[in-house]
């Protein structure tokens, strides 16, 4: 079995005296699909800002790709292909929309050294990204000029901008139609045919499942189920978790 | 515009301001001009960190005076260094400290970034005014030569002479920073600094190439200051009107932009020239507070960005 591109070994977070995340271990595969769920509170955005480096772990190790990441600046985990959604969209006020998704592609792809874009090669990928997410008209606009709905959006073009190996859909479907949320999802499976490996993070159930090739769900800061989704979903301790006794 | 033709542009409106100057041959024109376009060159370098990057710098006078001091210093040790090899020292002076104040402070956001630049006014200052050998609390007293080098005429036309071409770069740095990779950085970080991270943007290392660009062009501009007053002590060279004026400029001309600092300096230091002479030289400090109250409430954009939504 070869090695998985994302490692983590008993990861650990604390803010004072509030265990955030406890000796969370988990693996993903390279081109792997995987949903994660917990209840609000959970730990989950706050494993991912482990992860991309916005927050400092307190305990255990991640690697990507082989190597450790403990140390690493979160810009130094974007170059090294990691890619994040916020899920409270941040977006660059005073850039335009175009200009949100040059940052990326000036300071992560360009970067790496090889498949650099220059001049007119810059305009007409952000051109794509916005399109793929169906923002292509309102390039010129300024993000306070959006709704949160599309705000999202940007957040996730943003994201695949860096052209990440591993992209984390932080929330990116809440408050979406039904039509939103199947273009979303279709987008992501494009993104996975790219080889994209991709950690879903996602209330909306519906899109977890048609989306997941594996569930992993935490619960007050632990792990308490990880596997095929019809399994997990079935699993008593998450019916509990979600459901109450 | 492309940079070069931008360049020829400024030259060439820096070389028939100074011809016109030439022709009048007023000394008083000169050193009132030399006045507005010191603060071009201020407002220039604290735009560059507090406009581009949104670290809001109060410590200028602490860069200024760095500048300012090293000639001091250079011309008790060699008085005939040229004036602007002093501009380069004093540049590298200041840009130094304003590296190691990066280090320091950029892990500080807002307003306690905010506080530190300010106490490091205060302690610059305070080292000034003990340091016995550029005069102390006395002061130091500079003679400038009758007869300006090269250009010939009054000294004061060659002061003007040195500002107008540190002008001429510092707004060249400024505007081409704006059109490339590191403007669209700088923005980020001011935008959203976490976000700009996530983005692959090393805000670290963008927010001490602002602080040293900026330090050490406000160094540059501090150095013929010995030369302009004769006499240099800390009251005068640590004066607050210099970092009032530095920030109010670019406020009120607008800070998303090169040209907001030069609207900003020539609007406000010609108008403060202005009531210098003809009413009072207390109340022309007036003039700044009052304009960037006005322009914070009413137009926080400034006067370039006025323009722009218009436009839009």
Known sequence: MMTPLLQISGLGKRFGGFTALQAIDLDVQEGERLGLI?????????????????????????????????????????????????????????????????????????????????????????????????LADKAHRLPRDLTQIE???????RAMAAQPKLLFADEVMAGLSHAEIDEIIALLFRLNGQGVTV????????????FSQRLAVLVAGRKIADGKPADVVRDAEVVRAYLGE | ??????????????????????????????????????????????????????????????????????SVVLYKLVPSLPLPIMMVVGGIVAGLVGLGTGYLTLRLRGV??????????VVVQTLITNWDFVGGARGAYVLRPRVAPLIGGDYIQYLFLLMLGLCVIVLTVARSIEHSALGYGFAAIRDDEGAAEASGVPTLRLKLIATVLSGGFMGMAGAPLPYYVTYLDP???FSLNYAVNAIAMPLIGGT?????????????????????????????????????????????EGIVGLFRRRRR
């Not at chain 1, 990507?64 to 690493?72: C, M, N, P, R, V």
């Not at chain 1, 705000?151 to 073009?157: H, T, Y």
């Not at chain 1, 950690?199 to 048609?210: P, T």
């Open chain 1, 151 to 157: 705000m999202r959006k940007l957040e996730l073009a």
């Open chain 2, 1 to 70: 515009m492309g940079s070069v033709p931008f360049v020829l542009a400024l030259v060439c409106v820096a070389a028939a301001l100074f011809a016109v100057g030439r022709w009048l041959n007023i000394s008083y024109a000169f050193f009132a001009a030399y006045v507005v376009v010191q603060y071009i060159v201020l407002g220039t370098a604290w735009n560059i960190l507090g406009g581009y990057t949104g670290y809001v710098n109060f410590g200028i006078t602490a860069f200024f005076a760095l500048g300012a001091y090293s």
């Open chain 1, 38 to 134: 917990g209840p609000n509170g959970s730990g989950k955005s706050t494993l991912v800002n482990c992860i991309c480096g916005t927050l400092r772990h307190d305990a255990g190790s991640v690697r990507f790709g082989g190597k450790t990441l403990d140390g690493l600046t979160a810009h130094q985990r974007t170059r090294g292909g990691l890619a994040r959604s916020f899920q409270l969209p941040r977006p660059f006020g005073t850039l335009s929309l175009a200009e949100n998704l040059r940052i990326p592609i000036l300071y992560a792809v360009n970067a790496r050294g090889e498949g650099g874009l220059a001049g007119s090669a810059i305009d007409a990928r952000c051109r794509d990204l916005l399109s793929e997410v169906g």
């Open chain 1, 199 to 210: 950690i879903m993070i996602e209330h909306i159930m519906r899109a977890v499942m048609q």
């Open chain 2, 112 to 121: 306690f970034f905010s506080i530190a630049t300010l106490a490091l006014a």
């Open chain 2, 256 to 300: 998303s932009s090169w040209l907001g600092p030069v609207v900003g300096a020539v609007l406000v230091g010609g108008l403060q020239e202005y009531i210098r002479v003809t009413i009072s030289s207390a109340v022309n400090v007036l003039v700044a507070g009052v304009l960037l109250v006005v322009f914070v409430v009413l137009a926080p």
């Open chain 2, 235 to 237: 009251a005068s060279g």
